[in-house]
């Protein structure tokens, strides 16, 4: 079975520092994987995916990950945050045969001025 | 072209009380999924469909019932609501295509708040 784990359920930065979300996640199959973003009283709105094409993604709105199967990580960086990265971030697994996803807890982004 | 639309956006029941959430979606997507969204345990699947007709157990799935009688349409079920299930409940679709970058992507639908006292 695949799991996901966020560490930190909370992260604070300075706005222009870097931002760093860590995902790690078990699977027995070579997964994809993907992170969402929510923003307050909204939906998930897709950031980036790994599909095993590229080990180094990038997304929307500056932001990136890079798959490492030594590791297993697929941690979510920007180099500079912005006050509208504020938000709440998850990391997901996709599951074969339901093909549904697996999400880890999330990680909740502040940004201070 | 609307996407993924959930009905209702809010709701509070009483214990005891049923209801029926609409997940509709203009997409033609095969597959669609419930989950719910708590506090610290990100979002867990409930029920999902493979295609019109077709239903099958997710990781939560006890107290909810579901049915895809349409391709275009996912209702989950509350028979008897329970405080436990006070929670966001999100719809999603999916495009699965071999190759390509839409391959395994889900959309979201905006969410259905649910309070049961």
């Known amino acids: 079975a695949q799991s996901v784990t966020q560490l930190g359920s909370h992260v604070s930065v300075s706005e222009g520092a870097l931002v760093l979300l860590r995902c790690n996640y078990s699977?027995?199959?070579?997964?994809?994987l993907f992170w969402y973003v929510q923003y307050p009283n909204q939906g998930l709105q897709l950031l980036l995916k790994?599909?095993?094409?590229?080990?180094l993604v990038k997304g929307i709105n500056g932001f990136e990950a890079e798959f490492k199967k030594s590791e297993t990580s697929f941690h979510l960086t920007k180099p500079s945050a912005h006050m509208s990265d504020a938000a709440e971030y998850f990391c997901?697994?996709?599951?074969?045969?339901?093909?549904?996803?697996?999400f880890g807890s999330g990680t909740r982004l502040q940004v201070q001025p | 072209n609307a996407g993924v639309t959930q009905t209702p956006k809010f709701r509070v029941l009483k214990t005891g009380q049923s209801m029926t959430l609409l997940c509709a979606q203009d997409?033609?997507?095969?597959?669609m999924y419930w989950y719910r969204q708590d506090p610290g345990m990100g979002l867990r699947l409930i029920h999902y469909?493979?295609?019109?007709?077709?239903?099958a157990k997710g990781e939560v799935p006890d107290g909810y019932n579901v049915s895809r009688l349409k391709k275009q349409n996912f209702l989950l079920g509350l028979e008897s609501a329970a405080p436990s299930q006070t929670s966001v409940y999100f719809c999603?679709?999916?495009?699965?295509?071999?190759?390509?970058?839409?391959?395994?992507?889900?959309?979201f639908g905006p969410g259905t708040r649910l309070t049961v006292l």
């Open positions: 997901a697994v996709s599951v074969t045969g339901r093909r549904a996803l697996t």
């Open positions: 699977s027995s199959v070579p997964p994809y």
């Open positions: 790994y599909t095993s094409a590229a080990t």
């Open positions: 997409m033609n997507h095969e597959y």
């Open positions: 469909s493979v295609g019109e007709g077709t239903t």
């Open positions: 999603a679709t999916l495009i699965w295509t071999s190759g390509g970058s839409s391959y395994n992507e889900q959309f």
